[in-house]
């Protein structure tokens, strides 16, 4: 009877531990395993591209943007180390024209050295003119093994009663590799970086204070013994350690301390010149109608004020006149910096000469 009882208890015993154990399973290891793959965050990112680096360089270079006998003007010529890269060029107005075999297009596909000239009127595909236009926007793409490595935007423009055309590189970038690899680069992404950039040409918001002064730069023309212009630009300061950022799209500066030639000087306070003749061609006087001088005041890294010269040329073709358009400082507010980019500063400068090309068509 005891041994009876013994079994039956055994029995139930372990009736109840499979019980138990079957429960279990049906809370652990039955149900399908949850597998960590990042949680909601991830699931937010997935599809999220790495974000796209990318560094200035010098892929396009302006030449010739002003009447040179016996040379088309307009040349846009094409730069890089590596003469496999393609530059894929579209314009929106005008059109593209090459030496020897003249056909206009709005699209073109260079390689590194070579070049081709933006043309300011339109054409049909028959060669019948269009007319004449005043702005345009050339875009550049580069691509090296069916991978975007940059891109150039250049903006071109012209006033109507002036023969020569300005252009401006707005922004001239290449994408480096990462840890050996090409970056993945969209279409969309460059398409999208460049209408920013055509949307805040048209005109950024210049959102700093500035006061206009008089005191900060003279210019006039002073008599020379050589038939040609020489504009002397004073720049004034009462701090001797500031600098002047100065930069001139057509013509070139005169350093007579060095008697170098640039379209570029930072200077602090003290007198610099202009005069009608490109730095590659210095000596020989080139037909300017206008020009126009830049100029970034900056103390240490910080920008505390700007101006626009406008030089234009008289009645009399060899003599030139230049009338400060427009001189600001950027003061300190409570006794800080202000944070004023170069950006900005373009955006106000290239405003000053739009207002001017206006005016003066």
Known sequence: MKQLFFFLTILLLAGLF?????????????EPPSIDVGGEEDDENKGTEEPVIEEEAELVELSHWHFTSGMMPNRII??????????YCTVDNGHFRTTGHYVPTKNINMHSGEFTYWADFEKGVD????GQVFHAFIEIVLILEENIIGYALIEAYKKPTDSTCNAILLKS????????????VS??????????IKDEAKGIDVAFFEVETEDMIESYLIPTSVDVSLIQIELKNTDENVVFECTVDKGAFFLYDTGQTSKNVSVVPSVIHWRPMEPEAFGTRAIIEQAFVDVILKADDNIIGYAVIEILQNIIPVFHSATVLKS????QVDGEYQNVTEKQIKAAT???KRKALVNSG
């Open 127 to 130: 060669g019948q003119y269009l």
């Open 328 to 331: 600001a400082l950027i003061p």
């Open 78 to 87: 094409m730069k890089h180390p590596d003469e496999n890269v393609v530059f």
């Open 173 to 184: 970038v290449f994408f480096p590799q990462i840890n050996g690899e090409y970056q993945n």
């Open 18 to 30: 499979l019980s138990a154990c079957e429960t279990g399973n049906k809370g652990n290891g039955k």
């Open 187 to 196: 279409e969309e992404y460059v398409k999208t970086e460049i209408e920013k």
């Open 350 to 352: 290239e405003r000053v």
